[in-house]
């Protein structure tokens, strides 16, 4: 019987996994070889959602480049347009009245929790729990609402200008954020009742996925998913652009690096940039929300990279000025790009069923990586 | 006694179960009838571009071409000649709808308070060639409710 067993027939499987899987978040194909059931490599192919986005940028002026960066990371556009504008600043040398910075910071922490939102969705989603994603949603649409009566758009807002914003906040935005954050605050529970603390759910995400912190500093991890192994390293309190050296709040940090952590930290950071919202409403000064701009936006010659927080990870823009009224090269340095290599790392020697958790768990939105 | 009890208990029981469903099935509504009912938009909705006319029922755009240059998909096309009074008008404005992105570069980059956002939103149509938006159509729609200009540093 034991020699039968040892002459079973064992071959590794290389199968597709996309270009259309419902839960791939968008077009990524992975490739993937199997044991069995065990997951022995991943290659994930991507560039199905390529568009020239950094070639395109070198064809249209500093200005026109904003709108098209809200279609990289297309669930957080206002935070795209924060890396560029930020960046573009830099190299001007432009100054930004401090009512432009708070209403930057409000916007971008509600985009956060906006992201975080569909995160939570569609990670219940991946792992069969669809209720979670129509209650993530509920509360999301309060927030698009915010944002459409803000900025005009519900997805594509081409809001942060430079030199600061396009327009100011209408009369009743912070009744209506406020009341928001209070409706979130409850739903918040409610998600924890429904999906965090559920023993499937729990089953599933303890322990899997581990990725420890000095492979997360090694790939180069960052966001949440950094956070979550351990490494306590936020732009927003390690290199303060904005005001964000203004607000008190805490980096939630995890521990194993597993799947439930990096959970428990994109939960927890929601509750955090609540508070951030809530401090930024209270001591929201007066004044333009546009600086001195010139009427031609030609910057000097030289380059400039900014970083912002975004709620993927750190989001950076690297641009390169010849002098002209277009950038000679806008380089995007995407966190989804990063962590998507990661998969390989977390999902290799588990089974196959909890690769879609691992997909889940580092968030990416393919429209950024492949850009 | 025990079955009255029991009884009880189940109705108790059932209405527990069924506390989110009552609760949802007694409040109010927020399912709207489209396309019977429709949805207030926020001022500064960001439709599509429309010319907006003056008093007389007039463009007020003069094609000095600005909103062209700002137009980052390139879908404006305008093309002007003097007028009776010696003044620059616009004679052709043309929209192409199937590449604009709404982004609302061109209205701030107007000097002549000739453009806005209208706030429509059911785009769709048949021939691709009815979205190439004319003159006439767009000043039409720039008389409608809904139109606004916001441009950089309003307040709305």
């Known amino acids: 019987m034991t020699s039968a067993k040892q002459e079973l027939h064992r071959e590794e499987m290389v199968i597709n996994m996309g270009p259309q899987h ?275 936006i030609k910057p000097p010659q030289g380059q400039a990279y900014a970083a912002v927080e975004a709620p993927r990870g750190e989001l950076g823009c690297f641009v390169v000025s010849d002098g002209g009224i277009k950038p000679y090269r806008v380089k995007w340095r995407s966190p989804c790009f990063v962590h998507l290599q990661l998969l390989d790392v977390i999902a290799r020697g588990e089974l196959v069923a909890d690769f879609i958790a691992n997909i889940g768990s580092i968030d990416i939105i393919l429209g950024e990586v492949d850009r | 006694m025990s079955y009255v009890r029991n009884v009880a208990n189940v109705v108790a029981t059932l209405l527990v179960g069924l506390r989110v469903t009552l609760r949802e099935w007694f409040s109010r509504s927020i399912t709207l009838q489209y396309p019977e009912q429709r949805w207030e938009l926020p001022r500064g909705y960001r439709g599509h571009p429309v010319l907006l006319s003056d008093e007389e029922g007039k463009t007020k755009c003069t094609a000095c071409g600005l909103c062209v240059r700002a137009c980052p998909t390139d879908v404006i096309t305008v093309k002007g000649a003097k007028g009776e009074d010696g003044k620059r008008v616009a004679t052709e404005w043309v929209l192409d709808m199937s590449r604009c992105i709404q982004c609302n570069l061109c209205v701030e980059a107007c000097k002549f308070d000739a453009l806005a956002m209208s706030d429509r939103y059911e785009l769709a149509c048949y021939r691709r060639e009815d979205l190439l938006y004319d003159m006439d159509t767009l000043l039409e729609l720039g008389r409608g409710d809904g139109v606004a200009a916001i441009t950089v540093g309003d307040k709305l």
């Open chain 1, 22 to 296: 419902p839960s791939t978040h968008g077009v990524l194909r992975a490739v993937v070889t199997l044991e069995g059931e065990t997951v022995r490599g991943v290659d994930p192919v991507i560039g199905y959602l390529h568009r020239c986005f950094e070639k395109i940028c070198e064809q249209k002026t500093w200005t026109q480049v904003i709108p098209y960066t809200d279609r990289t990371d297309y669930v957080a556009a206002l935070t795209n347009e924060l890396a560029y504008v930020l960046a573009v600043e830099k190299l001007m040398g432009l100054e930004v009245p401090e009512r432009a910075q708070y209403i930057r910071v409000i916007m971008a922490e509600l985009q956060r929790i906006a992201s975080h939102l569909l995160w939570f969705g569609t990670f219940g989603n991946d792992l069969g729990a669809f209720t979670p994603f129509l209650y993530a949603f509920r509360e999301r649409e309060t927030l698009i609402d915010i944002f459409e009566k803000t900025t005009g758009a519900r997805l594509t807002y081409n809001y942060i200008r430079l030199g600061g914003v396009r327009n100011d906040l209408p009369a009743d935005f912070e009744r209506e954020t406020l009341a928001f954050l209070e409706k979130l605050e409850k739903g918040l529970e409610e998600y924890h009742n429904l999906l965090i603390g559920n023993a499937i759910f729990e089953y599933r995400t303890k322990g899997l996925g581990v990725l420890t912190a000095e492979q997360a500093v090694a790939w180069g991890a960052s966001g949440p998913t950094l956070r979550a192994s351990g490494v306590a390293w936020d732009l927003r309190k390690s290199e303060p652009y904005l005001v964000y050296d203004r607000f008190d709040f805490e980096v939630p940090v995890g521990q194993k690096g597993d799947i439930y952590d990096r959970c428990i930290c994109r939960m927890k950071e929601m509750e955090e940039s609540a508070k951030i919202v809530r401090q930024a409403l209270e001591g929201l000064p007066e004044g333009d929300v546009v600086g001195k701009v010139p009427r031609v």
